[in-house]
Nanobody, 127 residues
Framework: EVQLQASGGGLVQAGGSLRLACAASGFTFDDYTIGWFRQAPGKEREGVSCISNSDGSIHYADSVKGRFTISSDNAKNTVYLQMNNLEPEDTALYYC????????????????????WGIGTLVTVSS
């Protein structure tokens, strides 16, 4: 059974940092692309960052470039999202999701293409 367990959300002041973790199980970690997505109330779910464990390619949304860093620990089957210099606009429910890398070809960080989803973790950034 595929499971994606997201953790690390919380309440932080603007300018602060959080690190999210996505623990994966039930599939061959190295064959999958894992991504972080977020959804704020009234807004469409957006791809924040994705990493392909098969070739190491990485994508960041323009809104988080230079502030967020995605990384993958293959020994722990866990993908992290280090979020620095957080802004109130980053407030959202954050989800991790996964898809077999070969199913999408090149790295695509869009919710439509992800196959497995975890339960979200809430990030709230106060001004």
């Amino acid at each position: 059974e595929v499971q994606l367990q997201a953790s690390g959300g919380g309440l932080v002041q603007a300018g602060g940092s959080l690190r999210l973790a996505c623990a994966a199980s039930g599939f061959t970690f190295d064959d999958y692309t894992i991504g972080w997505f977020r959804q704020a109330p009234g807004k469409e779910r957006e791809g924040v960052s994705c990493i392909s464990n098969s070739d190491g390619s990485i994508h960041y949304a323009d809104s988080v470039k230079g502030r967020f860093t995605i990384s993958s620990d293959n020994a722990k089957n866990t993908v992290y999202l280090q979020m620095n210099n957080l802004e109130p606009e980053d407030t959202a429910l954050y989800y991790c999701a996964a898809v077999r890398s070969e199913d999408t070809g090149s790295l695509i960080c869009h919710y439509y293409y992800m196959k497995y989803w975890g339960i979200g973790t809430l990030v709230t950034v106060s001004s």
